[in-house]
């Protein structure tokens, strides 16, 4: 590689990392105790909420604790792919539960990136694990979602397969 070629690298990767320092690694092997990759039938006490597209169940968890640390969250849902735990979504309500939940958030994977400074949504993640807390200023209904990469690429990988299947169909 030529000297100019690495100079350029070397400033696009500056680049990134400046922008989206979350882009090293964001590690947990969990989400509320139950593994990523866990099979939906090693649990006990779930309850199906819908199935939101083909393979894909969302759960919610008998007897969930609600509360985290100062604030009640509105819901906590369990999403499957193939039986499979792999995202989870906590909806809550409030500009102070954001504000709190994004220091939270920061105290455990790092400082964010934000990928349009006019918009309430910030990325922690790297690794396996995809982490994005948003906001919608409007309704001021929070989220905080986690994203298990292995398996929602796979997820994506085969609807991809799928969409290519079907496009003689159209």
């Known amino acids: ?39 939906l039938y090693n649990l006990r006490g779930m309850t199906l909420l819908s199935n939101t597209e083909p393979g894909v169940k969302a759960y919610t968890r008998d007897g969930e604790i609600k509360k985290i640390g100062e604030f009640e969250v509105k819901h906590i849902i369990y999403c499957f792919y193939k039986n499979k735990f792999y995202a989870s979504f906590i909806i809550f309500i409030g500009y102070p539960a954001f504000s709190y939940f994004k220091k939270s958030l920061e105290l455990k994977y790092g400082s964010p990136g934000q990928p349009n400074r006019y918009i309430e949504t910030y990325l922690f993640g790297g690794g396996n694990l995809l982490v994005m807390l948003s906001l ?17 690429d796979k997820k994506d990988r085969d609807r991809t397969e799928s969409a290519v299947k079907a496009k003689d169909a159209l």
């Not at 990392?17 to 092997?29: I, N």
């Not at 919608?136 to 929602?152: A, H, V």
Request: glycine share 8%; hydrophobic share 40%.
């Open 1 to 39: 590689m030529g000297k100019e070629k690495r100079q350029r690298l070397f400033a696009f990767l500056t680049v990134v990392l400046l922008l989206f320092p979350t882009l090293l690694p964001a590690q947990t092997d969990n989400f509320r105790g139950i593994s990523w990759g866990e099979d």
């Open 136 to 152: 919608n200023t409007i309704s001021i209904e929070g989220r905080i979602d986690y994203l298990y990469k292995p398996i929602s």
